[in-house]
């Protein structure tokens, strides 16, 4: 069985997620949406929805309906328990069904009955409160992704139309990333995101841009070694397997317009490095994408916003984006390129 649809989670019921699950149904048409279906307890929707004046219909169906069923209603495939959440007030007792919406979402795309998942966005520290092991929503997702207790390596790629940028160490001090930098992880990084650009982007023969750890680049080990004996090693493995790697390049140089016309995808040393740029650039269509796992996952590049949370006033604009962006790379994914795979 192979789905058009895509799976997209509650995220916190507390948050904007929900609402803006209702506001991307309302935009469908002019944001130029594919259908999606949300994993919900319709009733809290329904709710949502009239709290906010939004007219929106909720139809509780199942997978086999939900695609037809988009044009008229917002699709919720229920979750066994109900949702009991008030806007902008997190709660722990949420948590089961937070974790259920991305369990059912996962166990959806890998029977294929939805073709990616759309995550909205958890509170992690709700989540631990309520005895939720793994250190955030990546780590759930290559968790229930694993294969004989082995779970995938992710990689956090921030996408957007104008910039694509994947940072190598994500949330550690930055104190930290000097040790943490190696070779090994940039280029098991680097074949991961030229691996899944040609799989899932369409990109024939991916061009990586790849920073400096330090100002300009080290300035020839004036500023510091690690770009001369972690950075640009790495590039040079990254191009023995024969994919387009260059730099290493100051970051302060590398994502103005002219620049960005010359790569795909950059992969930056930490994570400031990496979301400053974007965030400038596309801070309302941003869209967080987790490579390396055997299904398509995108998310909108923000939180839960629980300061706004049933206010109206959130925005779907990144949600609508990362909606289009999955389908995107499963319509890509569906077509097989044999000559662009990079082993």
């Given at each position: 069985?192979?789905?058009?649809?895509?799976?997209?989670?509650?995220?916190?019921?507390?948050?904007?997620?929900?609402?803006?699950?209702?506001?991307?149904?309302?935009v469908r048409?002019?944001?130029?949406?594919?259908?999606?279906?949300?994993?919900?307890?319709?009733?809290?929707?329904?709710?949502?929805?009239?709290?906010?004046?939004?007219?929106?219909?909720?139809?509780?169906?199942?997978?086999?309906?939900?695609?037809?069923?988009?044009?008229?209603?917002?699709?919720?495939?229920?979750?066994?328990?109900?949702?009991?959440?008030?806007?902008?007030?997190?709660?722990?007792?949420?948590?089961?069904?937070?974790?259920?919406?991305?369990?059912?979402?996962?166990?959806?795309?890998?029977?294929?009955?939805?073709?990616?998942?759309?995550?909205?966005?958890?509170?992690?520290?709700?989540?631990?409160?309520?005895?939720?092991?793994?250190?955030?929503?990546?780590?759930?997702?290559?968790?229930?992704?694993?294969?004989?207790?082995?779970?995938?390596?992710?990689?956090?790629?921030?996408?957007?139309?104008?910039?694509?940028?994947?940072?190598?160490?994500?949330?550690?001090?930055?104190?930290?990333?000097?040790?943490?930098?190696?070779?090994?992880?940039?280029?098991?990084?680097?074949?991961?995101?030229?691996?899944?650009?040609?799989?899932?982007?369409?990109?024939?023969?991916?061009?990586?841009?790849?920073?400096?750890?330090?100002?300009?680049?080290?300035?020839?080990?004036a500023l510091?070694?690690?770009?001369?004996?972690?950075?640009?090693?790495?590039?040079?493995?990254?191009?023995?397997?024969?994919?387009?790697?260059?730099?290493?390049?100051?970051?302060?140089?590398?994502?103005?317009?002219?620049?960005?016309?010359?790569?795909?995808?950059?992969?930056?040393?930490?994570?400031?490095?990496?979301?400053?740029?974007?965030?400038?650039?596309?801070?309302?269509?941003?869209?967080?994408?987790?490579?390396?796992?055997?299904?398509?996952?995108?998310?909108?590049?923000?939180?839960?916003?629980?300061?706004?949370?049933?206010?109206?006033?959130?925005?779907?604009?990144?949600?609508?984006?990362?909606?289009?962006?999955?389908?995107?790379?499963?319509?890509?994914?569906?077509?097989?390129h044999p000559?662009?795979?990079?082993?």
């Open positions: 069985m192979s789905s058009r649809i895509l799976a997209l989670t509650q995220g916190d019921p507390a948050g904007i997620g929900p609402e803006l699950a209702l506001m991307a149904w309302l048409k002019a944001a130029r949406l594919p259908a999606f279906a949300c994993i919900a307890d319709p009733a809290h929707l329904r709710r949502l929805a009239e709290r906010l004046g939004l007219p929106a219909p909720v139809l509780a169906c199942d997978w086999s309906e939900a695609e037809a069923a988009f044009d008229v209603s917002l699709p919720v495939i229920p979750l066994a328990a109900g949702v009991a959440a008030t806007p902008g007030r997190p709660d722990p007792a949420t948590a089961p069904g937070t974790i259920a919406s991305i369990e059912a979402a996962v166990s959806a795309v890998r029977t294929g009955r939805a073709a990616a998942l759309v995550t909205n966005p958890i509170a992690k520290s709700v989540l631990y409160q309520a005895g939720f092991v793994h250190p955030g929503h990546t780590e759930f997702l290559a968790a229930l992704a694993a294969v004989d207790g082995v779970a995938p390596r992710p990689v956090m790629l921030l996408w957007s139309e104008a910039l694509a940028v994947v940072p190598v160490t994500i949330h550690v001090p930055l104190a930290s990333v000097p040790s943490l930098l190696t070779s090994d992880l940039i280029v098991e990084t680097g074949v991961i995101v030229a691996r899944e650009l040609a799989l899932r982007f369409g990109v024939p023969a991916p061009r990586l841009a790849v920073t400096g750890l330090n100002p300009h680049a080290g300035e020839g080990g510091g070694v690690e770009d001369g004996q972690v950075v640009a090693p790495a590039i040079a493995r990254l191009k023995r397997l024969g994919i387009d790697a260059s730099g290493p390049w100051p970051a302060d140089t590398l994502f103005h317009a002219r620049a960005r016309a010359g790569y795909d995808a950059a992969l930056a040393m930490y994570h400031d490095q990496a979301l400053i740029p974007i965030k400038t650039i596309a801070f309302d269509e941003g869209v967080n994408v987790t490579l390396g796992l055997p299904f398509i996952r995108t998310s909108p590049d923000h939180g839960t916003a629980f300061d706004i949370a049933g206010k109206g006033v959130a925005r779907p604009d990144s949600l609508c984006a990362a909606l289009r962006l999955a389908a995107r790379m499963a319509a890509h994914e569906r077509v097989e000559a662009h795979r990079i082993a």
